[in-house]
């Protein structure tokens, strides 16, 4: 693993973590606006219970008035109607301020002043129902008008308390929208900045392989056409070496023939013909020559010349010298030298000999010898 | 187009030797041990360039370019013996019935310069191998 994919992963890891935890503030945020949005709807369900409760014992208290001026019977079941909403409203209000102390109070303050003005009421009503109208006249003269202020006051109260609390909440709510939102932007932020490290990183190291693929790409160029010069090289040498095979090949059979021609031209000759070396050896003879001497070439080989060819001396001089010995340390050709040639049976017969001395390179090497039949 | 060429001699060694280095030039191969195998195969396709031997196993060589040389007076003749001639009796003797005469005993290269020279010439000059 290099060290870019190591710092890569590392990268993706931070940014993985980031992701993380950004989803986790979000889901936390969103289920405590939740709630916080259950509060505030409870809290403004409160509200218009208080309200509507406190609205209904001013109908009913408006209607029975009403009834106790009119005796219409239409007021009575306004009347009647409007406290039945005042309990349903009370009802209400109390069910929804049982999970806190301090409501469940005024709630219960609420209730314990209307029940107070309903109990008028039903003093009222009971006096109407008797027909005792001075009783009704001194109930409603001793009326205490401070205790409907009361009822009025406690229904602001409540109402304020609770406004004020929806209102510390909007604020608590504001901030925490602000931290969520500043936190979310710091995480888009922080993620935002981790996408560009990782492309500087991912832009970074495609780079450096783009160059070693173009490093690599050209060394396989140079790779390939070395390998295409040597291979040209090894074919033309390869083309050298069967040309050069082959021209050995032709000069073994062109000397080969030579040889097999020489050697026919030789044997075809009717004269006797000994090739002898530098010593005056036999080394080779022609049928005429093994005819002349009754001995076959094996026979002859090997042998000095002088055991069959007896030349005449001139013994005149005060040396004597083998007239073969001397034409061939002069480099100088013998002609037709009178000689004798000695079968096997020691039968000697008169001839006429001669001598090339043979060359190699300006050196003697040995000589040809013919004979002729002296007349 | 191949250029053919149609070699004569009694020694199924040099015919195979000379084979196997025109072969290898591209040249297409005709091969012959007797004057009649060598009219039959000119009968059959006629050669660009004939190289022949002059001792034929019963026959001569410079005897079946005479006859040849009236059915195909333009094709050139190497004659290619391991006899030995002089220039001058390649000029005065030799030079009315072969192109040029080459040594067995010279360089296959030498012989090869001369088939190409010959093969690619307008004219077929008299020339000795053993000269280049």
Known sequence: MDKTFRLILLVFAILATSMVTEVVLSITNLQRANRSAQWVNHTHAFIAEINAAVTAGQRAESALHAFLLTNNPDQRAQMSQAFGELSEHIEVAKALAASEAE???????????????ADIARALLAAHRSGDTDSIHQQ???????????????NRRIVSRH???????????????????????????????LLLISSWF????????????????????ELEARVAERTSELKQS???????????RWSAQALEHQLRYNNLIIESVASPVVVVTRALNISRVNPAFENLIGELAPALVDQSIS?????????????MIDPFELSLRSNQDLVDH?????????????????????RDHDRVVGGVITLRPSN | MTQNILTIDDEEVILSLLRELFEKEGYSIAQASTPREAKAAIAAKTPDLIITDLQLANSDGLELVGSIRQDLPDVPVILLTGVYFDEQTIDEKLSTKITAYHNKTAPLEALLKTVR??????ESPTASAEDQ
């Open chain 2, 117 to 122: 020279k010959l093969l690619s010439a307008d």
């Open chain 1, 140 to 154: 409603l003269s001793e009326d205490d008008p401070t205790q409907i202020d009361a009822l009025a006051s406690l």
């Open chain 1, 202 to 221: 991912i832009r970074d190291d495609l780079k450096s392989r783009r160059r070693e693929a173009a490093l690599l790409a050209a060394s396989n160029e």
């Open chain 1, 238 to 248: 390869n083309r050298k070496l069967r040309a050069e095979n082959l021209e050995s």
């Open chain 1, 338 to 358: 009178a000689a004798n040639a000695i079968d096997h049976n020691h039968k000697s017969r008169p001839m006429l000999a001669s001598l090339h001395p043979l």
């Open chain 1, 307 to 319: 055991e069959f060819v007896k030349l005449a001396i001139d013994e005149s001089g005060d040396e």
């Open chain 1, 163 to 193: 406004q004020g609390l929806l209102q510390q909440r909007d604020r608590v709510e504001f901030n925490r929208d602000n931290r969520t939102r500043n936190t979310l932007y710091v995480g888009a932020g922080l993620t935002l900045l």
């Open chain 1, 103 to 117: 409501n469940k109070s005024e709630v219960a303050e609420l209730e314990t002043a209307l029940i107070a003005r």
